[in-house]
């Protein structure tokens, strides 16, 4: 196992595609170089009328480098993530800036073909370190404001 730079940070963002309300919904993972996390959730489409919903959690020394190490496995930090070809318009995405070694890498929302799987794994890997109460707490309220939503329009 890889062990993971004292620098080693994350910052991970998810959309649902351009949907009307109450559809669309966004999330961001920011791990902290020492493993603070947070998770910060947008039931709707971003205004000064949505605030986001905030959680709090840390991540154990091992499991920063468990993630380190699947992103090493997955060749984030040593070969060209760039993106080539035509890339498509619309849809919801997904996107990650690592810090790592004082240096900066990052997939992005349309990683080149051979790269998807890969950038799926790390993907997976990073959300799993999130609580699993925290997301079972997020999604509830995500329901309820749906929920609500609809109930109102």
Request: glycine share 10%; no cysteine.
């Amino acid at each position: 196992m890889s062990a993971a730079p004292a620098d080693f940070g994350v910052l991970y963002r998810w959309s649902a595609g351009p949907l009307p309300p109450p559809g669309y919904w966004e999330y961001t993972i920011e791990i902290e170089p020492g493993g603070a996390g947070r998770v910060s959730v947008l039931r709707d489409y971003p205004s000064w009328k949505v605030r986001a919903w905030k959680e709090k959690f840390t991540v154990h020394p091992l499991h920063l480098d468990w993630l380190y190490g699947i992103m090493t496995e997955n060749h984030l930090f040593d070969s060209d993530w760039s993106v080539r070809g035509e890339i498509s318009v619309g849809g919801g995405g997904e996107s990650m800036r690592v810090h790592a070694n004082g240096r900066d890498f990052s997939i992005s929302p349309h990683p080149a073909e051979r790269w998807r799987g890969a950038a799926a794994k790390i993907y997976d890997s990073l959300r799993a370190l999130v609580p699993a109460e925290m997301w079972a707490s997020l999604t509830a309220r995500r329901e309820k404001y749906v929920r609500r939503y609809r109930a109102s329009h």
